[in-house]
Every structure is written in structure tokens, then in C-alpha cells.
Antibody, heavy 122, light 110 residues
């Protein structure tokens, strides 16, 4: 059974940094792309970033490009999201998701964690 | 910038059929966008329903189906049940590793 457990969320002041982690089990982590998706309180889902299984390829939404860095440690089956220059609008529940390939550099989330909450107060 | 569009809300009677759509503010959704659909109930993580336009994820009842209708991706629920009341999101592949979710549709079953 695929299990994804996010951690590292919390309260951080605007301009601050935070590192999220996602511990994976139940599948071959190094073979799977991984994605971060966030959901602001009462709002919809927003794709944030995807990383290939090898970690060589990374992709970012324009809203976080240059501020967030996705990475992974395949030996520890862990996904990371380093967030810096945080803004009020980054407040959200951050989900990590295993992602399957739909061809080329197309990936779709298929299994989801329960999320970790990041709060950047105004 | 092209935005993925969904109906904000929809209602369906128990046993009825409803079709939710996923479009673009500019352009036509085709299978090349590899549309996927997710269901989310309050307090829970999303659940994958459909991927690659029309492939049901494991364990998803066959009353859920995906297609392309005109210039949009579509999710049809046939024989709606009370526990289908949820938020439904589509996601499209926009190219160069980028994906985009629609704003979601809140489905009410009453």
C-alpha cells in the first residue's frame, strides 16, 4: 500500500523559510516522479512542483519559481520542498503525491498524502 | 495566460446523471492534455478517479467515466449517489512538465 507522510509545516513569518518533507513507503520510490500540490484554506488545488524519479528533472509553477526548490533523497525514500521568501499567499495545506508518467515530461498525481499545513501570517 | 476552467457548482438528484467539464480560457482540450479527475471530500486528501482522459483508477466505480466532449474534458457520473457529494478537480498537462488544476466543481446531490 502506498503511504506518503508529510511533515515540516508550521507558522513562519513573511520572508522566512521552511523545509517540507514527505516520507514514502509501499512502492519503489526511485522509480516514481513526485509532486507537491497545495490547497489554500477554502480554495482549490494548485500544482506546485514535480521532480522526476532520478531527481534530474524538476518543474515549477510560476507562482513559486525561484523561491521553492524540490528535491529528493532516494536512499531515504524522502521528498523535500525547500521554501524561501515565503509570502502570505503561500499559506496552504501542502500535499505530496506520487506521480505516474503520462508520457515524456507529463506526470499525473495518483496517490496522495494527508498534507502538512504552512501558515504565513499577514 | 491560459487558465483551466470548471463549473463552480453543480447539483444532481440521487440516481441522476451529471457531466462536469474542464476547459481552457483559450484553446481546446484534447487527449494531448492527458486530463485527470480527482474527488475530494471535506477534510480528506484528493482521490484519483480518472486519468489519461478516460481510464478509471483502481477501485473507482464504473458510474464514473471520462471523455472529451467538444472542446472540453468531461467527467460523467451516472446514477449519482449521496456519497458522490464532493469537490471535483481536473488537471491538465500544459507542456514542458507543467500541470494546471481547474478551480474545482462543488457537486451537490439532492
Amino acid at each position: 500500500e502506498v503511504q506518503l507522510v508529510e511533515s515540516g509545516g508550521g507558522l513562519v513569518q513573511p520572508g522566512g523559510s521552511l523545509r517540507l518533507s514527505c516520507a514514502a513507503s509501499g512502492f519503489t520510490f526511485s522509480y516514481s516522479a513526485m509532486t507537491w500540490v497545495r490547497q489554500a484554506p477554502g480554495k482549490g488545488l494548485e500544482w506546485v512542483s514535480t521532480i522526476s524519479g532520478s531527481g534530474v528533472s524538476t518543474y515549477y509553477a510560476d507562482s513559486v519559481k525561484g523561491r521553492f526548490t524540490i528535491s529528493r533523497d532516494n536512499s531515504k525514500k524522502t521528498l523535500f520542498l525547500q521554501m524561501s521568501s515565503l509570502r502570505v499567499e503561500d499559506t496552504a495545506l501542502y500535499y505530496c503525491a506520487r506521480s505516474s508518467s503520462c508520457g515524456g515530461d507529463c506526470y499525473r498525481p495518483d496517490s496522495w498524502g494527508q498534507g502538512t499545513l504552512v501558515t504565513v501570517p499577514s | 495566460q491560459t487558465v483551466v476552467t470548471q463549473e463552480p457548482s453543480f447539483s444532481v438528484s440521487p440516481g441522476g446523471t451529471v457531466t462536469l467539464t474542464c476547459g481552457l480560457t483559450s484553446g481546446t482540450v484534447s487527449t494531448n492534455y492527458y486530463p485527470s479527475w480527482y474527488q475530494q471530500t471535506p477534510g480528506h486528501a484528493p482521490r484519483t478517479l480518472i486519468y489519461n482522459t478516460n481510464i478509471r483508477s483502481s477501485g473507482v466505480p464504473d458510474r464514473f467515466s471520462g471523455s472529451i466532449l467538444g472542446n472540453k474534458a468531461a467527467l460523467t457520473i451516472t446514477g449519482a449517489q449521496a456519497d458522490d457529494e464532493a469537490d471535483y478537480y481536473c488537471v491538465l498537462y500544459m507542456g514542458s512538465g507543467i500541470s494546471a488544476f481547474g478551480g474545482g466543481t462543488k457537486l451537490t446531490v439532492l
